[in-house]
RNA sequence: GCCGGGGUGGCGGAAUGGCAGACGCGCUGGACUCAAAAUCCAGUGUCCGCAAGGAUAUGUGGGUUCGACUCCCACCCCCGGCACCA
């Protein structure tokens, strides 16, 4: 292309031209019309107007959705595409103890300085809908829906066991808990008892698993979803309390337990009580060694939450000597012990140990000499009809020297497997396994004990030509000495002894062979976790766990039931930048909802906001004190705010219908809007705000105001931007990147397009400003073709590309592969320079091009002589040509090896024309010779297969 | 430990089971220039070869297939989540 003098392109100049222009002309302004059809809500997580201003990760959802939205505008869809500020939260307030500014004013500011942001990237929000979770109009409504839920039963409140952060001076949700720390300052997190409001989200557990199913959304926050609601089935049991001290006017005398294992009950062989366990407190005075008990619980409570969670220090416990428990399934009298590795919160704080099949069980059993009864028996393979049983055991030696494990390969069949073998009558197991290692491999060895109970298997014995099933007895033995008693001929020629390592075990024991028994074994642990047959269980030996799960519970008038591992929202935070809880304290009327016309319960201004532990509201007279709006007597406020995550959880509801002064938003405008079709933001939110806005939604629904039980169709991750040294961005390591800096050198649509074009949009991947230069160079080139004047022709080959492209970033905007998109975009302005462009088709590009950036596209759509804004253009679809139908292309292997592809008319396709192209083609002629032929040849995958 | 997601040039990353490395960055050489930037042209996985070309190559080892980055099995490594939930 001729260098022919043009304007340079003058990103900045051209970007705020338009973006005035877009914004006086409200062309973004949603078309709230009820008369619009095919609506489309495109949502992005609304931003925490942090002060430190907008980061680079922030824009990577923003502008993913900002295409989204125009690519569904010039597809003729009517798009909400509203943006807002969770303003309520800690920081802020933080940062008015250390300079007095109040959070108000800070937020203020600095939510100016990302609408500044915001705009300066050229995102077509419809700003008529901006909303302020911190604006009385706003949380007028987060106090609404409070209520709501109040009346609903939904909401409680309750002395619990809470997480304290003292740095934060407030609870925490147990969501927000990390590692036993605080996850926002990362301070240790103590253990308060706190009286507390709390949403029963519990309520909701089963629909809120349910629907997860017909989510689209990531499969692996669907599954974060799934494992944090926790759903187990299991059977609640009670076991009988015994005591030489028991009076008849004692009050405990039974435990509750609960166990999704109600089949291995014949095996449960002491209780263990989570050390906050009330029993505990009411069984004193049956204790006899109350002293020691009581220190342990003490010891328990001191431990942190991280202490107590690590699993590599050993299990601590103390028996309750003086009381025992009786087994309900056998009478048998067991002990009663107390350890931290119950939890209190979970099932009833009781558990019924099961040593033999449990490994936390067995671990604790080992330590403390507790009895291990085995009562599950794994199988292996399925059972056939007509199948020979036998007693067999499976030998397992190890050689000191080398840790290596004694092996037999059977030649004939290539099975690898230790040395195993009947049970002859009278014979016990040990014995059994002595006479088998010295028949076949000639070792003498001595039994040591058995392995865990036996293991039921069935397999098909090749050999034999018959199904078999096998009761088979681990045993380990000890090697007596390394020299081999001779072996008779007969044995020999059978089988080859290997000396394998515990590795090669694994990758080297074939299939049918005890798999299970090696693994407990070499793992140390005997404990056997599966189903399986039941043993040691009287009259259930021999069912199924399936089977006997429901008739054991029958049996000890247990209840099957469903635990969850999800909790009760906790909302009240003793902090002043947040929702007030509308609720008045009364001495004569007690809890008192503040009535709904009595909203919003306005914050004061007249507060101390350094932290006491108690909310500096209660420091506000002008808000403590109040009338009781029942007897009129004085009263006071609750002086607890809620949790930021409740403003955060009906958010997407109010940019319905921002400014409506009566509801939440019209029933008419949110069955118009609603459910948000696509809804981007960062992985982190996977189950705190998604969880918890899934659980309001259907809340609401079930007061009357919503018709529909998920709040968010689609769901994308965005993947975080990390710094150009591979590490995360952060102010003290100095490798932030500012989004001001990088326009302010680019452009907003060089940043829009790196952003989209540095990789995969969901994955983490790291910034680097010299990869940047590229997409300039891009725009470049586009501005140059666009502003050399165009001819009116009309380039085949060219259209060919356009159509490809109009398909390929369609597709490729639907499934979110932004980076695939611009590079078709690249390689396409990369064939017009080289072939030259006709203005209709360069008009079909730019309207391609725009989704991605904006106002180049604007700016050359106008120059090319359009007078209307891009932004409802028409999306080009392709028309599929089908002139290309009559011709296909044969990919050519020769010798497997890809050469090249020969094109042909699918009418002229046979074998003998497919050979002649070969041969006229210089490329593969010359790698054949005269004598080649073709083999294979498959019409309909159109490859084809030759050798010479 | 368990559950997800990944391992492809110097880098970011492309590839319905069909010519691996699209697109971009970087690098090398050339053109333009007094020179440099910018721009343009050519090249760029590795090894052998003057070249044509050949060999080799998608974490490792096996398997399925005419054909495997792609599917199956085992292992190694990295990232994310959960973690004594009975």
């Known amino acids: 292309m001729k260098t022919e003098e043009t304007t340079p392109y003058s990103p900045h100049t051209i970007e705020k031209k338009w973006q005035q222009r877009w914004n006086k002309e409200e062309v973004y302004k949603t078309d709230s019309s009820l008369s619009a059809n095919n609506t489309k809500y495109v949502l992005d997580m609304f931003p925490y107007p942090s002060g430190a201003g907008l980061h680079v990760g922030h824009p990577l959802g923003y502008i993913a959705t900002d295409i989204y939205s125009r690519y569904l505008r010039m597809n003729g869809y009517s798009v909400l595409h509203p943006m807002g500020w969770d303003a309520f939260g800690l920081p802020a307030e933080n940062y008015a103890i250390q300079t007095g500014v109040h959070p108000s004013k800070s937020t203020q500011k600095n939510i100016e300085t990302f609408k500044r942001q915001i705009n300066m990237l050229g995102l077509s929000y419809d700003w008529n809908r901006e909303i302020n979770t911190s604006e009385p109009d706003y949380y007028r409504w987060t106090q609404w829906l409070f209520l709501q839920l109040y009346k609903q039963g939904l909401v409680y409140k309750q002395k619990a066991p ?21 996850e926002r300052c990362k301070h240790q997190i103590v253990q308060k008892n706190l009286d507390q409001w709390f949403f029963k989200i519990t309520v909701y557990a089963d629909q809120l698993l349910g629907d997860i199913d017909s989510l689209d959304w990531p499969e692996s926050i669907k599954l974060m979803q799934r494992n944090w609601i926790g759903r187990s089935e299991g059977a609640r049991v009670k076991f009988k309390v015994q005591s030489s001290k028991l009076k008849v006017d004692d009050k405990v005398d039974e435990i509750e337990v609960f166990t999704t294992r109600p089949d291995t009950l014949f095996g449960a062989t002491y209780l263990v009580l989570a050390p906050d366990h009330k029993i505990i407190h009411d069984l004193k005075s049956q204790i006899s060694n109350l002293k020691d008990v009581e220190e342990y619980i003490k010891m328990a409570k001191n431990k942190t939450d991280l202490q107590r969670t690590d699993l590599s220090k ?48 067995w671990e604790f059993a080992r330590k403390y000499n507790l009895p291990i009864i085995e009562v599950i028996m794994p199988v292996e393979g399925e059972s056939h009809k007509d199948e020979e049983s036998r007693d067999t055991i499976t030998a397992i030696v190890q050689r000191k020297e080398d840790n290596k494990y004694l092996i037999v390969k ?40 058995k392995l865990g109970g036996k293991i039921e298997m069935h397999f098909y014995a090749e050999n034999k030509n018959v199904w078999r099933k096998r009761f088979d007895q681990p045993v380990l033995c000890e090697l007596i000495s390394d020299k081999q008693d001779v072996v008779s001929n007969e044995e020999k020629s059978r089988h080859d002894i290997l000396w394998l390592s515990q590795k090669e075990l694994f990758e080297k024991v ?166 948000v079709d696509m809804y981007v933001g960062g992985a982190e939110h996977a189950v705190m705000h998604l969880l918890y806005a899934r659980f309001i939604t259907k809340a609401i629904r079930d007061i009357g105001y919503l018709e529909f039980s998920e709040p968010f169709t689609s769901l994308r991750n965005q993947g975080l931007i990390l710094a150009e040294d591979g590490r995360k961005m952060s102010k003290s390591l100095g490798n932030v990147v500012n ?64 159509s490809g492209l109009s398909k390929k970033v369609s597709s490729d905007i639907e499934s979110f592969d932004f980076n695939t998109a611009i590079a078709a975009c690249m390689s396409c302005v990369n064939t017009i320079i080289d072939v030259g462009v006709g203005k209709q088709q360069w008009q079909e590009f730019l309207v391609i091009l725009s989704p991605f950036a904006p106002h180049i596209c604007e700016e050359l759509w106008s120059i090319s002589g359009k007078t209307e804004s891009i932004t409802f253009e028409k999306w080009p679809h392709c028309v599929v040509k089908t002139s290309s139908t009559d011709t296909i292309r044969i990919d050519v292997q020769i010798n497997n090896k890809s050469r090249g592809y020969v094109t042909i008319k699918r009418s002229a396709e046979t074998q003998d024309n497919i050979t002649k192209l070969i041969r006229d083609d210089s490329k593969l002629a010359s790698y054949i010779n005269d004598t080649y032929k073709v083999i294979k040849y498959i019409s309909g995958e159109k490859i084809i297969i030759m050798v010479q």
């Open 739 to 802: 989004p001001d800096d990088v326009v302010k050198q680019f452009g907003a649509d060089t940043f829009r397009l790196y952003e989209m074009f540095m990789g995969p949009f969901k994955d983490a991947k790291p910034w680097s400003t010299r990869s940047m230069v590229g997409l300039y160079r891009f725009l470049e080139k586009v501005w140059k073709i666009g502003n050399s004047g165009l001819k009116q022709g009309y380039n085949d080959e060219l259209q060919k590309k356009i």
């Open 162 to 182: 809470v997480n304290w952060c003292d740095s934060c001076q407030t609870v925490l949700a147990n969501e927000q808990v990390k590692d036993g720390k605080c």
């Open 510 to 675: 074939t299939h049918h062979y005890n798999l299970i028994g090696y693994e407990r074994f070499i793992k140390n642990n005997y404990s056997y976790a599966g189903h399986g047959t039941l043993i040691n269980s009287n009259e259930f030996d021999g069912m199924s766990s399936d089977e006997a799960r429901s008739l054991i519970t029958k049996k000890v008038n247990g209840k099957l039931t469903i635990q969850y591992k999800l909790r009760d929202w906790l909302i009240s935070r003793q902090r002043y930048w947040g929702a007030p809880i509308p609720i008045i304290y009364c001495d004569a009327c007690g809890i008192v909802p503040v009535p709904e016309e009595q909203l919003p319960v306005e914050l004061p201004t007249d507060v101390d906001f350094n932290p006491t532990g108690e909310s500096p509201l209660v420091y506000s007279k002008a808000f403590h004190n109040v009338i009781c709006p029942q007897c009129q007597s004085p009263a006071r406020r609750e002086s607890d705010t809620m949790d930021t995550f409740v403003d955060s959880s009906w958010y997407f509801v109010r940019y319905i219908d921002p400014k409506n002064a009566h509801e939440i938003a019209s029933k008419e405008l949110m069955k118009k809007w609603m459910p």
């Open 410 to 449: 059977w030649k004939e069949f290539g099975w690898i497997a230790p040395p195993i073998g009947g049970i002859d009558n009278g014979e016990i197991p040990e014995e059994t396994a002595v006479r088998e290692v010295l028949e076949e491999t000639g070792y003498k060895v001595k039994p040591i004990r």
């Open 314 to 361: 050993e299990k601590t416990g103390v028996e309750l000597k003086g009381v025992t428990a009786i087994n309900p399934v056998n009478n048998k009298e067991i002990p009663i012990w107390v350890a931290d590795y119950v939890l209190s919160s979970y099932g009833t704080g009781a558990i019924m140990a099961v040593p033999a099949h449990d490994e936390r069980d």
